[in-house]
Nanobody
Framework: VQLQASGGGLVQAGGSLRLSCTAS????????MGWFRQVPGKERKFVAA????????YYADSVKGRFTISRDVGKNTVYLQMNYLKPEDTAVYYC???????????????????WGQGTQVTVSS
């Protein structure tokens, strides 16, 4: 499975960006697709995930109410709509997916088998 991420950029604080992640195959019913982010010198952190089978979304506390993860089944794509962006949201954002995850593990990056290239999001103050 290959993941193609896009949509990063530079935005002012309070602005919005939308990231996209397209899978090279049709996600199975057990697929979970998610987003992580990483700043230099720090660990990659969970942002959000979409449970393809259950049509449910999961978020890190730091982005709840500001970010929304959604999907387009026909395009094998998940989106991360990021609103009310803050300078602390600045990071490289990575798309990830796995077909065997259990829900209790969705926030652990080492549990994901497939990764897209990172896309830089920079929020200026």
């Amino acid at each position: 499975v290959q993941l193609q991420a896009s949509g990063g950029g530079l935005v002012q604080a309070g602005g919005s960006l939308r990231l996209s992640c397209t899978a090279s195959v049709r996600p199975s019913s057990r697929f979970i697709m998610g987003w992580f982010r990483q700043v230099p010198g720090k660990e990659r952190k969970f942002v959000a995930a979409y449970n393809w089978n259950g049509n449910r979304q999961y978020y890190a506390d730091s982005v709840k109410g500001r970010f929304t993860i959604s999907r387009d089944v026909g395009k094998n794509t998940v989106y991360l709509q990021m609103n009310y962006l803050k300078p602390e949201d600045t990071a490289v954002y990575y798309c990830a997916a796995d077909a065997r995850l259990i829900l209790s593990s969705i926030q652990y990056d080492h549990e994901y088998d497939y990764w897209g290239q990172g896309t830089q999001v920079t929020v200026s103050s």
